[in-house]
């Protein structure tokens, strides 16, 4: 089974939080800027009031990307989730590592952020199936965030 954007949505729409720095809030027209601005102000208003256990950001603007996972690891510091696990998906990424380091008791902290950067956008089938994984069973401590390409 492959992994698509589609799928993630469809299957985890109530724990999935998407934000795209390429797609506008609203439906008419708007200068490249307003639509940006709009989207700064309904991720601002969604960190407020919860964090989802996932956050898939997504885009061809990398300032953008930078600034909505900059305030997604604002939001999440703020939470409590006080440590930060970063894996950069590569050629050999061992998968398995991911989901023992999701489902482990952490020394330092309860709770924490594990930002997944997938560069190419694309996991594999190993992958797709690690990632389903972690994201049908999240755990309560861990917020996940994914970073693809547009």
């Known amino acids: 089974m492959g992994l ?9 729409k109530e724990q999935v939080a998407w934000f795209s720095s390429i797609q506008p809030v609203y439906r008419e027209p708007q200068p ?4 940006i601005l709009a989207l700064a102000g309904q991720l601002a208003q969604h960190l407020q009031k919860e964090l989802k256990p996932l956050y898939i950001i997504s885009g061809d603007e990398p300032l953008l990307e930078q600034e909505i996972c900059d305030q997604v690891r ?6 409590g989730f006080d440590e930060r696990e970063v894996h950069h998906v590569e050629g050999n990424f061992k998968w ?10 952490s ?6 952020l594990i930002e997944i950067r997938i ?8 992958g797709s199936k690690a990632l389903m994984e972690l ?15 547009k």
């Open 4 to 12: 698509s954007v589609g799928n993630w949505r469809s299957a985890y």
């Open 32 to 35: 490249q800027s307003q639509a």
């Open 119 to 126: 560069e190419n956008g694309k996991p594999g089938d190993q």
């Open 135 to 149: 994201f049908a069973n999240p755990n309560p401590d861990n917020i996940v965030m994914l970073q693809l390409p």
């Open 107 to 112: 020394l330092f902290s309860s709770r924490k």
């Open 96 to 105: 398995g590592e991911l989901l023992e380091a999701a489902n482990a008791l």
């Open 74 to 79: 604002s939001a999440v510091k703020a939470q």
